[in-house]
């Protein structure tokens, strides 16, 4: 069987923006109030009035395949598992902050309680007993889908074989594991 | 977008102090490879100098972290693609020669009040420690002052390219950082030099001391500039990306501290005030120099613009953002 290689996808014209994606990944992993492992960011409004148009773009950590956060970590705390997702040894981790500045998608904080960095963990205690992330499985539009897509019978391969989709950055030569869909590419 | 610095003014200062270390212990092991009796004081002075401003810094570092406690796993690993790891160890060994070196430097009388536990001086075979001849200790001098060399500019650099190897942030993400934080550290190195000599030396500072002073730090300011132009031109030239993080010192909210603070403080009137020295001494033949204190006010204008340049770097880095292409 091929390596595993996790993913999400997000549809984007499925977002309402209601945010309960934040809420349930806050309340699943314990976040500090003032901080977030996810988001929902607004695109537009564009264009002129009457002929209008705004969309929503969920986000959080990319798992990227070539995580600068892991190169630049002094003591390699943060480290790619296998399966592709990218965590962080809460032992190993010195609170430099170096990988926060690192991540062009802005998805690491420091939490002040502990003293080190943390992000999505792609909820790793959840989706190994048969679970999707907190944040996959309260989504109220269904846009964000969580899965393998080493495994083509996957509901995200599936996704992606029959949809058109966009990377945020790849430009910067992250490898990133989140999916857009959004009907014509990105738009602003 | 509203930004959130991580790093702060503990960052901006430690680069600043690491800078300076660099740029002393540089001048002090050049002058006495060079210059042997003439340059003395400068060799001196540099040594004396060189391992305590970076040791404030690396404990303000310390103070920076999220779990400073946490700091020795720094030391039971090497990561070679993180430039911080790096750092760690070229600061470790620097620390190390300087201090050395800077017990090397002292007057006999109290090179032994300091005393090494018997054990430690047997391993390190430190036995006759106390008891070097005049030709150990200047023999000493230039193998530390060579050996440490490559370290201090390993320290100089690298604190560049901490900040240039971040493609998230734009505005460091530029080769040309790195160099410009090592000029810029020498510089600080030979200003500081140059401050203390002038403030507390004055009439004992002779024309030979001055020239070498002023004309190294002149030709550092120099590359500077010469470095400071293509950077904003290439930053302009770049990707939108680069050509949005520039902005931050063209007409953003750094932009007087960069083109005041940097620019005219810390480059162009020290440069001006030691382009004027070097002229009243090799063409004038007036040795005594200027009746104002010129090397304090072109030193003291060094250092300022040193700290500035690090304090507009640290933070435009951290307002700057990689933006997509759309």
Aim: hydrophobic residues 45%.
């Amino acid at each position: 069987m091929a390596k595993k290689r996790f993913a999400f996808v997000i549809e984007i014209e499925r977002c309402i923006d209601c945010k309960a994606c934040m809420v349930s990944c806050s309340v699943e992993n314990n976040v500090p109030v003032g901080h977030h492992r996810n988001w929902v960011d607004q695109i537009g409004p564009k264009g002129t009035f009457p002929v209008l148009g705004m969309s929503f773009e969920p986000g959080n950590c990319n798992h990227c395949g070539n995580p600068p956060c892991e190169r630049v970590c002094p003591t390699g705390a943060t480290y790619r598992r296998d399966d592709g997702l990218v965590m962080i040894d809460q032992d190993k981790c010195i609170g430099c902050k170096y990988c926060i500045e690192a991540c062009p998608y802005d998805a690491r904080y420091l939490n002040e309680e502990t003293g080190v960095t943390d992000k999505c963990s792609a909820c790793v205690h959840r989706i190994y007993n048969g679970e999707e992330p907190a944040c996959v499985a309260t989504c109220v539009g269904n846009a964000r889908h969580f899965g393998d897509i080493n495994d083509l019978q996957s509901e995200v391969s599936r996704l992606l074989a029959t949809n058109d989709y966009y990377r945020m950055y790849k430009e910067a030569g992250t490898q990133p594991a989140i999916y857009y869909i959004f009907k014509g590419g990105r738009k602003i | 977008m509203t930004h959130e610095f991580h790093w702060g003014v503990l960052i901006v200062n430690y680069l600043f102090l690491a800078g300076i270390s660099a740029g002393s212990f540089a001048t002090s092991g050049l002058a006495n490879y060079v210059g042997g009796k003439k340059y003395e004081p400068i060799a001196r002075l540099g040594a004396y100098i060189a391992p305590f401003p970076v040791m404030i810094g690396t404990l303000l570092l310390l103070f920076d972290l999220g779990r400073p406690l946490n700091f020795w796993r720094l030391f039971v690993t090497v990561q070679w693609t993180s430039p911080m790891s790096i750092g760690t160890w070229l600061l470790t060994f620097f620390i190390a020669i300087s201090l050395a070196y800077f017990v090397l430097w002292l007057p006999v009388s109290l090179r032994n009040f300091i005393r090494i536990p018997h054990r430690l001086k047997d391993l390190l075979r430190l036995s006759r420690w106390t008891r070097l001849t005049e030709e150990e200790v200047r023999r000493g001098k230039l193998v530390l002052g060579g050996l440490g060399f490559p370290f201090s500019i390993g320290v100089g650099i690298y604190t560049g390219i901490l900040l240039g190897a971040v493609p998230a942030r734009p505005f460091w993400n530029t080769p040309m950082v790195a160099q410009l934080f090592l000029f810029s550290a020498m510089s600080t190195g030979v200003g500081t030099i140059l401050l203390i000599r002038s403030l507390f030396f004055r009439r004992e500072v002779s024309h030979q001391e001055k020239m070498l002073l002023n004309s190294v730090d002149a030709a550092l300011i120099l590359f500077e500039i010469f470095l400071i132009i293509p950077f904003i031109l290439h930053q302009r030239l770049s990707t939108w990306s680069h050509a949005e993080a520039i902005k931050i010192i063209m007409g953003g909210s750094l932009t007087f501290y960069f083109w005041i603070g940097v620019i005219l403080l810390g480059i162009l009137v020290p440069l001006s005030l030691e382009i004027y020295e070097l002229w009243q001494i090799v063409v004038k033949k007036h040795l005594t120099g200027h009746r104002l204190n010129l090397g304090l006010i072109s030193g003291a204008l060094v250092i300022i613009g040193g700290f500035t340049l690090r304090y507009v770097f640290v933070y435009a880095g951290q307002i700057s953002h990689f933006l997509p292409v759309r």
